[in-house]
Protein backbone atom coordinates (compact mmCIF):
# COMPACT_ATOMS: atom_id res chain seq x y z
CA UNK A 1 0.00 0.00 0.00
CA UNK A 2 1.74 3.34 -0.59
CA UNK A 3 1.52 5.91 1.64
CA UNK A 4 -1.16 8.09 3.19
CA UNK A 5 -0.85 11.24 3.78
CA UNK A 6 -3.11 13.84 6.10
CA UNK A 7 -3.39 17.47 6.01
CA UNK A 8 -3.10 19.21 9.41
CA UNK A 9 -4.60 22.96 10.29
CA UNK A 10 -4.34 24.85 13.05
CA UNK A 11 -7.34 23.76 14.67
CA UNK A 12 -7.55 21.53 17.50
CA UNK A 13 -10.63 20.49 15.70
CA UNK A 14 -8.55 18.85 13.33
CA UNK A 15 -6.56 16.10 16.37
CA UNK A 16 -9.96 13.99 16.17
CA UNK A 17 -10.02 13.49 12.49
CA UNK A 18 -6.10 12.62 12.40
CA UNK A 19 -6.97 10.20 15.58
CA UNK A 20 -9.63 8.80 13.00
CA UNK A 21 -7.24 8.97 10.12
CA UNK A 22 -4.42 6.81 11.84
CA UNK A 23 -7.10 4.37 13.20
CA UNK A 24 -7.83 3.82 9.64
CA UNK A 25 -4.67 3.42 8.39
CA UNK A 26 -3.75 1.14 10.86
CA UNK A 27 -6.57 -1.13 10.05
CA UNK A 28 -5.97 -1.06 6.45
CA UNK A 29 -2.23 -2.53 7.38
CA UNK A 30 -3.45 -5.19 10.16
CA UNK A 31 -0.97 -2.93 12.64
CA UNK A 32 -0.86 -4.87 16.03
CA UNK A 33 -3.36 -3.07 18.75
CA UNK A 34 -0.04 -2.54 20.65
CA UNK A 35 1.72 -0.74 18.18
CA UNK A 36 -1.66 0.85 16.60
CA UNK A 37 -2.14 2.41 20.03
CA UNK A 38 1.65 3.55 20.10
CA UNK A 39 1.25 5.32 16.55
CA UNK A 40 -1.90 6.92 18.37
CA UNK A 41 -0.61 8.32 21.10
CA UNK A 42 2.38 9.09 19.50
CA UNK A 43 0.85 11.31 16.70
CA UNK A 44 -1.81 13.16 19.15
CA UNK A 45 1.06 14.15 21.24
CA UNK A 46 3.75 15.47 18.12
CA UNK A 47 0.66 17.31 16.29
CA UNK A 48 -0.77 18.63 19.73
CA UNK A 49 1.90 20.72 19.85
CA UNK A 50 2.71 21.96 16.91
CA UNK A 51 -0.98 23.69 17.04
CA UNK A 52 -0.80 24.51 20.33
CA UNK A 53 2.88 25.88 20.09
CA UNK A 54 4.02 25.41 16.93
CA UNK A 55 1.08 28.00 15.52
CA UNK A 56 0.33 30.05 17.74
CA UNK A 57 0.84 32.90 16.09
CA UNK A 58 -2.63 33.17 14.68
CA UNK A 59 -1.96 32.97 11.56
CA UNK A 60 -2.84 29.82 8.65
CA UNK A 61 -0.25 27.07 9.41
CA UNK A 62 -0.34 23.31 7.85
CA UNK A 63 1.68 20.32 8.31
CA UNK A 64 1.56 16.87 6.81
CA UNK A 65 1.32 13.73 8.69
CA UNK A 66 2.64 11.05 6.18
CA UNK A 67 2.32 7.27 7.22
CA UNK A 68 4.18 4.33 5.73
CA UNK A 69 4.29 0.84 5.81
CA UNK A 70 7.89 -0.20 5.39
CA UNK A 71 8.06 -4.21 5.76
CA UNK A 72 7.27 -4.44 9.57
CA UNK A 73 8.25 -1.08 10.58
CA UNK A 74 5.83 2.27 10.41
CA UNK A 75 7.46 5.08 9.01
CA UNK A 76 5.83 8.72 10.49
CA UNK A 77 6.95 11.74 8.66
CA UNK A 78 5.68 14.86 10.23
CA UNK A 79 6.18 18.40 8.17
CA UNK A 80 5.13 21.76 8.99
CA UNK A 81 5.89 25.38 8.59
CA UNK A 82 6.14 26.80 12.28
CA UNK A 83 9.07 28.25 13.85
CA UNK A 84 12.40 25.45 13.91
CA UNK A 85 11.53 23.70 17.17
CA UNK A 86 14.10 20.16 17.39
CA UNK A 87 11.61 18.06 19.90
CA UNK A 88 15.02 15.68 20.10
CA UNK A 89 16.86 18.39 21.60
CA UNK A 90 15.12 18.55 24.79
CA UNK A 91 16.14 17.34 27.99
CA UNK A 92 14.28 13.94 29.08
CA UNK A 93 12.00 15.26 31.74
CA UNK A 94 12.86 14.62 35.55
CA UNK A 95 10.64 12.18 36.85
CA UNK A 96 11.77 11.36 39.97
CA UNK A 97 11.02 14.75 41.95
CA UNK A 98 7.63 15.47 43.22
CA UNK A 99 5.01 17.14 40.98
CA UNK A 100 5.20 20.70 42.45
CA UNK A 101 9.09 20.64 42.15
CA UNK A 102 9.13 19.21 38.29
CA UNK A 103 9.71 21.61 35.53
CA UNK A 104 6.37 21.88 33.27
CA UNK A 105 6.67 19.82 29.77
CA UNK A 106 8.10 17.17 27.84
CA UNK A 107 7.00 14.14 28.89
CA UNK A 108 4.96 14.11 25.73
CA UNK A 109 8.44 13.80 23.86
CA UNK A 110 9.40 11.32 26.11
CA UNK A 111 6.60 9.14 25.08
CA UNK A 112 7.26 9.93 21.76
CA UNK A 113 11.04 8.78 22.20
CA UNK A 114 10.10 5.37 24.34
CA UNK A 115 7.19 4.74 22.13
CA UNK A 116 9.00 4.55 18.43
CA UNK A 117 12.14 2.63 17.57
CA UNK A 118 14.08 5.65 15.81
CA UNK A 119 13.49 9.46 15.39
CA UNK A 120 15.11 12.28 13.02
CA UNK A 121 14.81 15.98 13.00
CA UNK A 122 15.90 18.22 10.82
CA UNK A 123 15.10 22.00 9.30
CA UNK A 124 14.64 22.28 5.57
CA UNK A 125 13.14 24.29 3.44
CA UNK A 126 11.76 26.92 6.28
CA UNK A 127 9.96 23.54 7.59
CA UNK A 128 10.49 21.17 10.62
CA UNK A 129 10.59 17.56 9.33
CA UNK A 130 10.65 14.70 12.22
CA UNK A 131 10.36 11.41 10.55
CA UNK A 132 9.82 8.35 13.36
CA UNK A 133 10.55 4.50 12.68
CA UNK A 134 7.51 2.07 15.03
CA UNK A 135 8.91 -1.46 14.34
CA UNK A 136 6.06 -3.95 14.70
Request: proline letters at 4%; aromatic letters at 6%; charged letters at 25%.
Amino acid sequence: MPARTFRLGSSVDDLSALAAFVEAFCGEQSIPDRASFHLGVVLEEVASNIVLHGFADGEAHEATVTLSREGDSVRIDVVDDGPAFDPLSTAAPDTTSALIDREVGGLGVEMMRKMTDSQTYRREDGRNRLTLVKRL
